[in-house]
C-alpha cells in the first residue's frame, strides 16, 4: 500500500543512515526484503551509522532467507567490513551461524581470515565462543594460521592450526 504511493522515498534513511531495507534485514523480515529487493530505488549495500550493511545484520541475527537473498545480488558486498572492520562472515562466525557461514564461504569473494580492527580473525571469534559446528566447517588453507593473542588453543588439530 505505501510503496504504491509515488511520494514514498525509499531511499530516505533515518537519523543514523538505516533504510527501510536496513530495518527489515535487522529484524529478519524475510517478505518486506524480497518486496524492497524487487525495486530500482533501493540499494541493498547502503550503509547506516558504524559502516553496518543490510548482509552485516542478517548475518550477525542468523537470518539465513535475507542473508541469500542479498547475496544473489551483484549490488552487495559480501565482504565489506564494518567500522570495527568486521565482515558478514566474522560476524556469523562470532555468533555461531553455521549455514550463514557456509553460505559465505562458498564464495570466492570472502575472505575467511580477513582480521577487524583488532586484529582477530572470524574462526578466533567460533573459537572463543564456542560454536563447534562453525570451527569443524572453516576451511583448510593448507597453511598455518598462527594463534591470536591471548589465545591458547587446547586441541590444535580441531581449530585448524596443524600442519
Same mark, same amino acid.
Given at each position: 500500500?505505501? #510503496? ?8 530516505? %534513511? ?5 533504510? *527501510? ?5 535487522? $529484524? ?6 524480497? +518486496? ?10 547502503? *550503509?547506516?551509522? !558504524?559502516? +553496518?550493511?543490510? !548482509?552485516? #545484520?542478517?548475518? &550477525?541475527?542468523? &537470518? ?9 545480488? =551483484? ?13 558478514? !562472515?566474522? #560476524? ?6 553455521? $549455514? ?22 572470524? !574462526?578466533?571469534? %567460533?573459537?572463543? =565462543? ?21 589465545? +591458547? ?11
Amino acid at each position: 500500500m505505501l #510503496l504504491g504511493r509515488n511520494s514514498f522515498n525509499l531511499a530516505k %534513511a533515518s537519523w543514523f543512515g538505516a533504510t *527501510p531495507l536496513w530495518f527489515a534485514s535487522q $529484524w529478519g523480515h524475510e517478505g518486506i526484503v524480497r +518486496i524492497l529487493l524487487e525495486r530500482n530505488d533501493v540499494n541493498p549495500d547502503k *550503509p547506516a551509522m !558504524l559502516c +553496518i550493511t543490510p !548482509l552485516s #545484520l542478517a548475518s &550477525y541475527s542468523g &537470518y539465513e532467507g535475507v542473508v541469500r537473498m542479498l547475496l544473489e545480488r =551483484n549490488d552487495v558486498n559480501p565482504d565489506k567490513p564494518n567500522l570495527f572492520r568486521q565482515t558478514p !562472515l566474522f #560476524l556469523a562466525c562470532k555468533n555461531g551461524h553455521e $549455514w550463514v557461514v557456509r553460505m559465505l564461504l562458498e564464495r570466492n569473494d570472502v575472505n575467511p581470515d580477513k582480521p577487524n580492527l583488532f586484529r582477530q580473525r572470524p !574462526l578466533l571469534f %567460533a573459537c572463543k =565462543n564456542g560454536h563447534e559446528g562453525v570451527v569443524a566447517d572453516a576451511p583448510r588453507t593448507g597453511g598455518r594460521q598462527p594463534p591470536q593473542a591471548g589465545f +591458547i588453543p587446547s586441541d590444535t588439530t580441531i581449530v585448524g592450526f596443524s600442519e
